[in-house]
């Protein structure tokens, strides 16, 4: 099952405390009693209520919620009982009509999956892209929702086969629309490495909604074309995805994702969906959503040995290698990561397509070194992610985090000065990029080295920190 449940007894709803705080709408109190009661951390919490940690940690420290959007989400993620609902004044829950997906938690509506079609997807990512680009509220504050990559992973595997691919439109397309698609994304994708994903990602959105979206829905083309061209613009949405993934707009990221993988299933793209899939995962399990990351890390090896490419399925291994060893499955990853290195050493790199270009002995030794880190096998930890640094220098983002994860290791070995010596390189890095993701690498290496607070270098090391990045908020 792809959820994360709080698992707050229902009788509890029930106690004093929590009424007075439900009553008041004070949600500070309530996360306050919420990780009392479980000792769930605000990650967890706000993985489960679909908010960013760090909005978590702002509303226990006071700030007050007022949207019933934020309460709604909140009383779902917590899955208040209808009394609790009330009582913080929401209508109570309609109980569901039985087996019927025809809305999708990802936060969009959706067909069934028997009756969904590609001309649906299309209208849909010509929605989002639109909204992008407008900087539509609405749009972001979408949160990310485990339960949304449900119905999109179970439509990629039951749906019957698609309905061909072709449309009577006014203009031609042809391969050389569809080879520039291809050479934007390329070259989008080099920024994103280069930059990280806000340095473009606007830019991204915009020629979806401008370039892309009339091929999709004014185009002539044949069922082979169209193919292609719903191929073409699944990498172009599955990169946008994961600018939005890397600047924490975790529920953006969800959507582009999702119609990636539906793009792709109506191009019979079985390579590029276990690309996707596992995006997918790799996003669930940096929320901690282990469970999802762990489901989607196996459709993603599912759909890569239907592909017959072994670089994914060593792909796919990892994302599920890594889900393990936050679950604490030491032994089941070390299984999954020996299949890893298994199928990368029997693939042909020589026909991969070249969104699969970043995946290689660098790239496979810095997830291991995440997996041992994550487990406390820190000394292995240390020589995959000392490996992992040999890598391309034009991946400055994968550097940065490289750089990171190394840092911290160091100083989870008691090595503070080292750590520092290493994550000033990371700093000067990240200083270069615009990613989320390599800021709160960053923050985690700060916070491991509170400890040593008093060694002159990490108090010379997380002030450069704070003058770079700003102080903690």
Not at 95 to 113: I, K, Q
Not at 196 to 217: C, N, W
Not at 311 to 323: D, F, G, I, Q
């Amino acid at each position: 099952m792809l959820l994360d449940p709080l698992r707050i007894p229902e009788d509890a709803w029930s106690h004093g405390e929590v009424l007075t705080a439900l009553a008041a709408r004070d949600i500070g109190r309530l996360f306050r009693w919420i990780t009392s009661l479980t000792g769930a951390s605000q990650s967890r919490i706000g993985a489960a209520v679909g908010l960013e940690q760090g909005y978590v940690s702002r509303i226990m420290a006071g700030r007050k919620v007022t949207s019933i959007d934020v309460f709604e989400r909140i009383a779902d993620g917590c899955r208040m009982p209808d009394q609790a609902r009330i009582t913080m004044g929401l209508a109570p829950r309609q109980a569901a009509p039985p087996a019927d997906p025809s809305r999708s938690t990802a936060g969009r509506p959706s067909e069934p999956p028997a009756n969904r079609t590609w001309r649906d997807d299309i209208r849909s990512a010509a929605e989002l892209w639109r909204g992008d680009v407008n900087r539509r509220d609405v749009l972001r504050q979408v949160a990310f929702s485990s339960a949304g990559y449900t119905l999109p992973a179970l439509r990629w595997f039951t749906a019957p086969d698609p309905a061909p691919v072709t449309q009577p439109g006014r203009n031609t397309v042809g391969q050389p629309e569809i080879d520039t698609i291809r050479a934007m994304t390329a070259t989008y994708r080099q920024l994103d490495n280069q930059y990280g994903g806000g340095h473009a990602r606007d830019t991204v959105a915009r020629y979806l909604h401008q370039e892309v979206t009339p091929l999709l829905t004014d185009g002539r083309y044949d069922h082979p074309t169209g193919q292609r061209l719903l191929s073409a613009a699944a990498e172009l949405a599955q990169l946008a995805g994961w600018q939005a993934y890397d600047t924490a707009e975790h529920g953006i990221a969800q959507r582009y994702l999702t119609l990636a993988l539906d793009f792709a299933y109506a191009a019979g793209d079985d390579g590029l969906g276990a690309e996707i899939l596992a995006a997918m995962s790799h996003q669930a399990t940096y929320l901690g959503h282990i469970t999802t990351g762990l489901d989607l890390a196996r459709a993603a090896g599912r759909t890569a040995r239907r592909a017959g490419v072994p670089v994914l399925t060593a792909e796919a291994h990892v994302m599920e290698a890594h889900a393990l060893a936050k679950a604490n499955d030491e032994r089941a990853c070390a299984a999954a990561l020996h299949q890893a290195e298994q199928a990368l050493d029997r693939a042909d790199r020589s026909s991969d397509p070249q969104w699969l270009s970043y995946f290689d002995e660098a790239y496979l030794s810095a997830k291991f070194g995440h997996c041992f880190h994550a487990l406390g096998r820190n000394a292995h930890a240390e020589r995959f992610a000392a490996r992992s640094l040999r890598m391309d220098n034009r991946y400055v983002r994968g550097k940065a985090f490289n750089l990171a994860l190394l840092a911290s290791v160091q100083a989870q070995q008691g090595e503070p000065e080292r750590a520092c010596a290493i994550g000033a390189e990371a700093l000067t890095l990240t200083a270069q990029l615009r990613s989320a993701r390599a800021v709160r690498y960053l923050r985690d290496l700060q916070t491991q080295l509170a400890p040593h607070r008093r060694v002159p270098a990490v108090r010379h090391f997380t002030g450069r920190i704070d003058a770079t990045l700003g102080p903690r908020r």
